[in-house]
């Protein structure tokens, strides 16, 4: 923060940064579009392409009334297939990150990185260091090949890796998908490591209406754990698996599972009213449905295939449109355990040992630390202090193997049924 009060990252006003950045990706994107479609060459992932943009304009961009500034877009052709493969389409990537105004957010995290978010809720762009920017463009073929082969993973979504240059200096943004919709009011949220030191939230992120906590304190806070459908439970545990091999793989490691856990029975007790269905939406009926899902009762199961009915078509439009045909945990309808009328998309069904209906936002964060970069010093040094087993700083296959250890045993937990009867019937 500097002297006015405006947030600053390397010196630059955050809206500086904002504005130069919005130029930058409108002409980025939108050069882009009339280059034909093919396939994906592995040369693409070296591709670096750099445009200036001095203040008074060029003959390919338009004045300013910032400073002259240099925008480097990484890897166009690579990316663009990737936002195509995630069912970005390019005029709703341009108008949410160029034609909207982009929302700072504050970072819980201590790296000092700025995050945006843009008005349509889906993108977050975050400022990463140039090892991280570098990082990534050499992990792109290998997290190709895990989208192709992984369509369940939890990884994050990297729709575009970008440089703002002014000056002697130079910012790196990703821009990645938004896992926490920001409609929903989390009555839990939770940056996990499976690690325990120096894993609780700080009296700062406390103060904050909605902290982001972390292992010690979902230890304290959900000791019960979440519960999940032995079939659901499976899936997850694989694809946690399976994304934790791809990072040890790449030495990575520090990164975390974000997880929003969304009670509704808690909301309906506090008085919240449940969002409004739009047409869109599946599972319009929901409050006239009543009685124990084992049971199948009428109103109940009408509602379910009325959900299962959308939901795959739904999947199928997306398949025409998409390369991988991803299946998410999210989308797979035979795992809906209860319907949730309104509710943003992206969710796992979940239980807390009581019954309470719970909605899961979910993903791993932060993926670019490799620790064949890091200083070998931080490890040694941590390790001496303390127990070296709980430091969060170790190699990447303790790492891996700790954190799921932590979300397989400590956080999810497998039902023995594969549906819960209802303790509370209405949302
Ligand atoms: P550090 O390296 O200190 O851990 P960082 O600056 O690298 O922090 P991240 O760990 O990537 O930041 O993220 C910090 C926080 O920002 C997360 O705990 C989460 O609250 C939020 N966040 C990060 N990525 C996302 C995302 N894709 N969707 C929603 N929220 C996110
Ligand atoms: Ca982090
Ligand atoms: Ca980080």
């Given at each position: 923060v500097d002297e006015q009060g405006e947030v600053t990252y390397k010196k630059t006003p955050s809206s500086t940064l904002m504005a130069s950045l919005q130029l930058g990706l409108q002409h980025s994107i939108g050069g882009l579009e009339p280059k034909p479609r093919r396939d994906i060459l592995m040369t693409d992932f070296n591709v670096i392409e750099t445009v200036d943009f001095p203040s008074g304009g060029s003959a390919i961009t338009q004045a300013h009334k910032y400073k002259d500034f240099t925008f480097t877009t990484y890897s166009p052709v690579a990316f663009r297939f990737f936002r195509e493969a995630f069912q970005i389409k390019a005029e709703d990537y341009l108008l949410a990150l160029c034609h909207q105004s982009l929302r700072e957010l504050s970072n819980p995290g201590a790296s000092g990185s700025l995050f945006y978010l843009s008005a349509d809720d889906e993108f977050i762009i975050k400022t990463v260091q140039k090892k991280e920017a570098v990082f990534l463009q050499k992990l792109l073929p290998g997290y190709y090949l895990n989208l192709t082969q992984n369509k369940r993973t939890l990884l994050p979504k990297f729709f575009g890796l970008y440089q703002y240059k002014c000056g002697g200096v130079k910012i790196r943004i990703v821009v990645m998908n938004n896992l926490l919709p920001s409609s929903l009011h989390y009555h839990w949220k939770f940056d996990l490591k499976g690690s325990t030191y120096k894993r609780r939230a700080s009296p700062a992120e406390l103060e904050k209406k909605s902290p982001t906590f972390k292992d010690l304190d979902f230890n304290t806070q959900l000791p019960e754990g979440l519960w999940l459908p032995p079939d659901k439970y499976d899936i997850l545990n694989s694809t946690l698996v399976r994304d934790c091999q791809v990072l040890e793989s790449f030495g990575i490691m520090d990164y975390s599972l974000l997880l929003g856990v969304y009670n509704v029975d808690e909301a309906v007790r506090a008085g919240e009213p449940p969002p409004t269905p739009t047409t869109e939406t599946v599972g319009e009926q929901a409050g006239a449905a009543d009685g124990d899902m084992t049971g199948g009762g009428g109103g109940e199961t009408d509602e379910r295939e009325r959900s299962r009915t959308f939901l795959q078509s739904r999947i199928e439009a997306r398949k025409n449109f998409s390369i991988f045909n991803p299946e998410t945990l999210a989308s797979d309808?035979?795992?809906?355990?209860f319907p949730t009328p309104g509710y943003p998309e992206g969710y796992i069904q979940a239980r807390t040992k009581g019954g309470d209906r719970l909605l899961l936002y979910l993903g791993v964060i932060?993926?670019?630390?490799?620790y064949r970069l890091k200083k070998r010093l931080e490890h040694g040094f941590k390790s001496i202090i303390t127990d070296g087993d709980t430091v969060s700083v170790h190699n990447p296959s303790f790492y891996a193997q700790r954190f799921l250890t932590f979300l397989n045993d400590v956080v999810f937990k497998k039902d023995r049924v594969k549906i819960r009867p209802r303790r509370n019937s209405t949302i």
């Open positions: 309808t035979d795992l809906q355990d932060d993926i670019l630390q490799s």
